[in-house]
């Protein structure tokens, strides 16, 4: 239990619909980040937000947005979505002050199928 | 740019010792990790190593890294049914060490009875 919730787990869209998926961080974290994990792969960076500021961006499309509140939780959209959207979205969360281990906390996902 | 390889598959006997390799493109790395992702869920982090040590042991774990030949492994002892996972190994290059990972296709640890 990491203490990172994510919502909703599951859902289902058609092609060129838009997406919001969701993420609480884990308490007295100020960093979140969002992974992109197709079926069979290693997670892919997407970005990262840090004082409600995107802090570095991975080779995603600029479809993909996302948004950090005050209270550190974090959105994620997605728009005109495509087959190859369909992945398990991870969040995690980490404090950029603690210590430099690294070491993110992971949600357990949302699993967006795009038909 | 950083990329991150890892075997997709690895069978090991119970209670037998699981080796499970990586090799990484980024000499720049500060950071290294593995982490463990069972069935539908997110993922765990096992141990890290910071990319000026050799060696590091956690309990049944032990964290090997050549940086020279940029290999990273980790060594599950005495390996448990509840060892079966897929395992990820992941790089950073952040001062920080949380700023951006590249993880590995991961490796799927099957345990034999």
């Known amino acids: 239990e990491t203490g990172v919730t994510q919502s909703p787990t599951h859902l289902i869209k058609t092609r060129g619909q838009q997406v919001t998926l969701r993420c609480s961080s884990q308490s007295g974290h100020n960093t979140v980040s969002w992974y992109q994990q197709a079926l069979g792969q290693g997670p892919q960076f997407i970005f990262q937000?840090?004082?409600?500021?995107?802090?570095g961006r991975g080779n995603f499309p600029p479809r993909f947005s996302g948004l950090q509140f005050p209270n550190y939780s974090s959105e994620l959209n997605v728009n005109a979505l495509e087959l190859d959207d369909s992945a398990l979205y991870l969040c995690?969360?980490?404090?950029?002050?603690?210590?430099?281990?690294?070491?993110?906390?992971f949600g357990e996902g949302s699993r967006l199928t795009v038909l | 740019g950083e990329d991150v390889e890892q075997s997709l598959f690895l069978s090991v006997r119970e209670g037998d010792s699981s080796v499970i390799n990586c090799t990484y493109t980024d000499s720049s790395s500060t950071y290294l990790y593995w982490y463990k992702q069972e069935p539908g869920a997110g993922l765990q982090l096992l141990t890290y190593i910071f990319s000026n040590m050799d060696m590091k042991q956690d309990q049944r774990l032990t964290v090997l890294l050549n940086k020279k030949d940029k290999h990273l492994s980790l060594r599950i002892a005495d390996t448990q049914t509840g060892d079966s996972a897929i395992y990820f190994c992941?790089?950073?290059?952040?001062?920080?060490?949380?700023?951006?990972?590249?993880f590995g296709t991961g490796t799927r640890l099957t345990i034999i009875p």
């Open positions: 995690a969360s980490s404090s950029r002050w603690t210590g430099n281990t690294g070491e993110l906390f």
């Open positions: 937000y840090y004082r409600e500021e995107e802090n």
């Open positions: 992941a790089e950073s290059i952040s001062n920080f060490g949380n700023e951006k990972l590249t």
